[in-house]
């Protein structure tokens, strides 16, 4: 159960485009089209951003989009916006009712 | 509206016990599976453990099997936490999580858990 792996931080200005990387293995992200990812801010509860890879809940703005390429999965958000400045994390079912989370990764707005 | 509310944290010393609850509200509680997800400061978020929408099915993080047990009443519309045997490392806010499927939706605001002596 060793967690995925996250950039640590990524920055950019707005408008721009940033993506972030979530790296497992075979066993949990290569093998399961079920990550998702969580933006929390400080001092608040995480909150889903994206669902079974590339599903978007209701509310959440087309600028996030997710994807998938063997063990890594990517968050990509287009069109930066302060209020995305951020912590993120993702995390993938990894079978037997066991969920392993990523390290997280700080997004910042310049 | 959806909401889960976590209480029950505190200060404990190593190798005490405490006992974590979660009431749900705005949902079918008895419909889903739950979850207890913690984060450590300055640390990143930790799956802990997961219970069927019955409780007659239970898994956990290696990084407590054997020390912490998750259960419900669904007639109480509540999770519980029972944790025995701590350690300085699970030292943590605990959120309780409503899980769709295979993600987690809403969220707590968590309670918080720091051992101590």
């Known amino acids: 159960q060793s967690a995925l792996t996250q950039p640590r931080s990524v920055s950019g200005s707005p408008g721009q485009s940033v993506t972030i990387s979530c790296t497992g293995t075979?066993?949990?992200?290569?093998?399961?089209?079920?990550v998702s990812w969580y933006q929390k801010h400080p001092g608040k509860a995480p909150q889903l951003m994206i669902y079974?890879?590339?599903k978007r809940p209701s509310g959440v703005p087309d600028r996030l989009s997710g994807s998938k390429s063997g063990n890594t999965a990517s968050l990509t958000i287009s069109g930066l916006q302060a209020e995305d400045e951020a912590d993120y994390y993702c995390?993938?079912?990894?079978?037997?009712?066991?969920?392993?989370f990523g390290t997280g990764t700080q997004v910042t707005v310049l | 509206e959806v909401q889960l509310v976590e209480s029950g944290g505190g200060l404990v010393q190593p190798g005490g016990s405490l006992r974590l609850s979660c009431v749900a509200s705005?949902?079918?509680?008895?419909?889903?599976?739950m979850n207890w997800v913690r984060q450590a400061p300055g640390k990143g978020l930790e799956w802990i453990s997961y219970?069927?929408?019955?409780?007659?099915?239970?898994h956990y993080a290696d990084s407590v099997k054997g020390r912490f047990a998750v259960s419900r009443d669904n007639a109480k519309n509540s999770l519980y936490l029972q944790m025995n045997s701590l350690r300085a490392e699970d030292t943590a806010l605990y959120y309780c999580?409503?899980?769709?499927?295979?993600?987690?939706?809403?969220w707590g605001q968590g309670t918080p858990v720091t051992v101590s002596s």
């Open positions: 999580v409503r899980e769709g499927h295979y993600w987690f939706d809403p």
């Open positions: 705005g949902f079918t509680f008895s419909s889903y599976q």
């Open positions: 219970i069927t929408s019955g409780g007659n099915t239970d």
């Open positions: 075979s066993s949990d992200v290569g093998n399961y089209n079920y």
């Open positions: 079974e890879v590339d």
């Open positions: 995390c993938s079912y990894a079978g037997s009712y066991i969920y392993v």
